[in-house]
């Protein structure tokens, strides 16, 4: 009997979760808190919009796993001295899923690894564009649970922050210099929704 060999096998676990492979399209809600903070009080964040960042994802589920982008966004104002200044804070992250069940599954119990970066900038007005005005990498890791009807997913997901000691560095006028670290808290909550196509 023909042995199969470690690549061999990978090649063709990845040829079977591409071929069951869907793209999933939504939007999510997030607030940061920190680990002490009750479940009473973070879904009071939610209720009343406090430190809510929004945005948008997309996936690639493949059976049991999926790989994943996400993109949110708060916009606020903040005063410097007698001046006021519009502010957004944004955050970019990458991820991977494991799906026990499947991605598609009616109950949807997943975990979850990534990395990010966190930053603050001037929304309006920003002498400087290319660069933001703080910033911090990270490592995320968590869990969630989702229910999918059909075509349509709904999920919540907790996801423990790991700043990296690696500094955010820039570059600008000819010079590098590193950013100022972003005030990461160490808990991300989600509730989100999704299209599966």
């Given at each position: 009997m023909k042995k199969i060999g470690p690549l061999s096998m990978m090649l063709l676990l990845i040829a079977e979760g591409s071929a069951w492979a869907q793209i999933s399209l939504g939007g999510t809600a997030a607030v940061f808190a920190n680990t002490d903070q009750s479940a009473e009080t973070i879904i009071a964040m939610f209720k009343e919009g406090e430190g809510i960042i929004y945005g948008p994802f997309i996936e690639l589920g493949m059976k049991n796993f999926a790989i994943g982008a996400g993109f949110n966004w708060s916009?606020?104002?903040?005063?410097?001295?007698?001046?006021?200044?519009?502010?957004?804070?944004?955050?970019?992250?990458?991820?991977?899923?494991?799906?026990?069940?499947?991605?598609?599954?009616?109950?949807?119990?997943?975990?979850?690894?990534?990395?990010?970066?966190?930053?603050?900038?001037?929304?309006?007005?920003?002498?400087?564009?290319?660069?933001?005005l703080r910033a911090t990498k990270y490592f995320q890791a968590g869990g969630g649970l989702g229910l999918n009807l059909g075509h349509l997913g709904l999920f919540l997901k907790a996801l423990y922050m790991i700043p990296l000691e690696d500094p955010v560095i820039v570059s600008a006028g000819g010079s590098s210099y590193t950013l100022e670290a972003y005030p990461l808290k160490p808990l991300k909550v989600f509730l989100g929704a999704k299209v599966i196509l």
């Open positions: 916009y606020y104002s903040t005063s410097f001295g007698s001046t006021t200044a519009k502010m957004v804070d944004y955050d970019i992250n990458g991820y991977l899923q494991g799906h026990p069940l499947s991605y598609k599954s009616f109950l949807d119990p997943f975990l979850e690894l990534g990395v990010g970066q966190i930053a603050t900038d001037y929304a309006e007005n920003d002498p400087d564009p290319s660069v933001a």
